[in-house]
C-alpha cells in the first residue's frame, strides 16, 4: 500500500482507501484469513497514508457478527453484495474524499 500511496501522490493524485468488506460463510473464509482482514482494515482505517478512507466493513458488516456481512446485503456467495449491498457501498463513498484539492 505505501509504495502505491508513494506513486499515486508523486503523480499528484489523491489516494482513498477502502477497507475489506466481511466474507465469513465464503467457502474460503478461515480465522487467518479474517486476521489478516483485521489488520489490513487497520492499517487502512488508522495509518493516516491515505487521503482519504471508506469504510466498506463497517457499511457491510452485521452488527451481530461482524466477521459476516449482513445478510440484507449479501448476494448470496458471502463474498459479494447484492444490488443492495452495492448501493450501500456507493452511498458510503464521500465525493469530496476523490478531489483532495487537485482540482
Not at 500511496?5 to 465469513?24: E, F, L, Q
Not at 461482524?66 to 450501500?88: S, T
Request: glycine share 10%.
Amino acid at each position: 500500500y505505501r509504495r502505491l500511496i508513494d506513486r499515486a501522490h508523486a503523480a499528484g493524485k489523491c489516494v482513498v482507501g477502502a477497507t475489506i468488506a466481511p466474507y465469513k460463510g465464503w467457502q474460503e473464509w478461515d480465522p487467518a484469513g479474517e486476521a489478516v482482514r483485521q489488520r489490513v482494515n487497520a492499517f487502512i482505517r488508522d495509518s493516516g497514508e491515505f487521503d482519504g478512507v471508506t469504510d466498506f466493513d463497517r457499511v457491510l458488516r452485521s452488527p451481530y457478527d461482524p466477521e459476516r456481512m449482513l445478510p440484507a446485503f449479501d448476494g448470496g456467495d458471502h463474498l459479494h453484495p447484492n444490488d443492495k449491498g452495492m448501493q450501500a457501498m456507493a452511498d458510503a463513498v464521500d465525493l469530496r474524499s476523490l478531489d483532495c484539492g487537485t482540482g
